[in-house]
């Protein structure tokens, strides 16, 4: 009976190992089956701090910084118009015509009174040299003498007056001669020929077509920056592009041109700062009030780190970058984004100089996974390297 015991006993113990042997199997089969992460072949880079340019767009309302309302500045008839409406007129080309015999009238009477007060003035002077005369022969009293001289102050006052009358009186005569002030397109006329106009009397607006003047507002962190950029660099290495939309069909209109101005002021309420542009338009491609889109050129940042925008990620910590570490696999790293230049990223903080990053696609890529860096951009490393 011992023995059939033992033997039961024995025979358990067996089962039992040859249990725990399969299971031992088991786990080591399993854990032999978790295969490493398959390599990655994707574009890597080297970073190095460089001056990157940026690409700054505003939304704009195009305007003619020398549209010019006329009115009139002289009381009478329009008599002519000399212009069509909708032309193309020149600085200084005669517009209207207001009347003008009553005022050259005026001006001949003021050249009549002008001479009378000079004969005056010629009469008085002989009559004071000659009561001076008098007086050194006491032959005339010391308050005649003063008398004769009081009176030739009088008749050169009046000279002056009759020339200030004559001078006001060819001015007016010149207002009726309406001419343009600046070169430009001239719109419809408000005032019909015969009517009678008055000083202030709105009779025409001219829009110089060429150039064109922008004016824009920049939020206040681009004009510190450029501020800041503009005491390294000269204004005029400042260029701006303006973009207008094309009707259906065609293209976008594109003109070139400067930035001339930016302000010193912040709008409270929208915590902005005013700029302006200046673009030739020979051709009157575009036309005051449209909507256009104005692209500053000529700004950078300096000394800054930079990736592709591809290679941003959105991990649990917030944006972040793929590194490749020593042993040639990626590790996540949360990095604090920058301005937009172009297709690149900047970065402000969580990178460095020198460290390698997956500069292409990360999809697929997991911290761990082993990196392959692509044939062109592994040649690049050996280049920057060397």
Do not use: W
């Not at 007060?117 to 006491?138: C, H, I, N, P, V």
């Not at 206040?220 to 800041?228: V, Y």
């Not at 570490?325 to 920058?338: F, M, N, Q, Y």
Request: aromatic content about 4%; glycine content about 8%; hydrophobic content about 40%.
């Amino acid at each position: 009976m011992k023995t059939l015991a033992t033997q039961g006993r024995i025979l358990f113990l067996t089962c039992m190992a040859v249990m725990l042997t399969a299971c031992g199997d088991e786990s080591g089969q399993a854990a032999a089956g978790a295969r490493p992460l398959p390599p990655v072949t994707t574009d890597v880079s080297r970073l190095e701090r460089q001056d990157i340019a940026l690409d700054k767009t505003y939304s704009s309302l195009l305007r003619s910084d020398n549209e010019v309302t006329l009115v009139a500045r002289v009381t009478g008839t329009l008599e002519a118009r000399q212009f069509e409406q909708g032309d193309q007129v020149e600085k200084g080309q005669v517009l209207y015509t207001i009347e003008p015999e009553q005022y050259q009238a005026l001006v001949k009477q003021r050249e009549a009174d002008l001479q009378s007060a000079k004969a005056e003035r010629a009469r008085a002077g002989r009559d004071a040299a000659r009561y001076e005369s008098l007086l050194k022969r006491s032959s005339v009293s010391r308050q005649q003498y003063d008398q004769a001289l009081a009176e030739q102050q009088v008749a050169r006052a009046r000279v002056a007056q009759a020339e200030a009358a004559l001078a006001s009186a060819r001015i007016d005569l010149g207002y009726t001669q309406v001419e343009a002030p600046v070169s430009g397109r001239i719109g419809l006329s408000q005032v019909n020929l015969g009517n009678l106009v008055n000083p202030g009397t709105e009779l025409v607006t001219i829009t110089p077509l060429d150039p064109l003047e922008v004016r824009f507002q920049m939020p206040l962190k681009d004009a510190l920056e450029l501020r800041s950029q503009l005491e390294l660099d000269e204004m005029n290495q400042i260029h701006a592009s303006l973009e207008v939309g094309g009707r259906e069909g065609q293209p976008e209109t594109r003109l070139t041109g400067a930035l001339d101005f930016l302000g010193v002021r912040v709008d409270k309420q929208t915590s902005t700062v005013q700029a302006a542009a200046s673009f030739a338009n020979p051709d009157a491609k575009v036309l005051p009030g449209q909507f256009a889109r104005v692209s500053i050129e000529g700004l950078k940042r300096y000394n800054v780190i930079a990736v592709p925008e591809i290679a941003v990620t959105q991990g649990l910590m917030g944006p972040q970058v793929f590194l490749v570490d020593e042993e040639g696999k990626a590790r996540a790293r949360t990095v604090e984004l920058g301005e937009m230049a172009g297709e690149m990223q900047i970065i402000l903080s969580g990178l460095e100089a020198g460290d390698t990053v997956v500069s292409g696609d990360p999809s697929g890529i997991k911290p761990g996974t082993p990196i392959k860096p692509r044939a062109d951009s592994a040649a690049q490393e050996q280049g920057n390297d060397a």
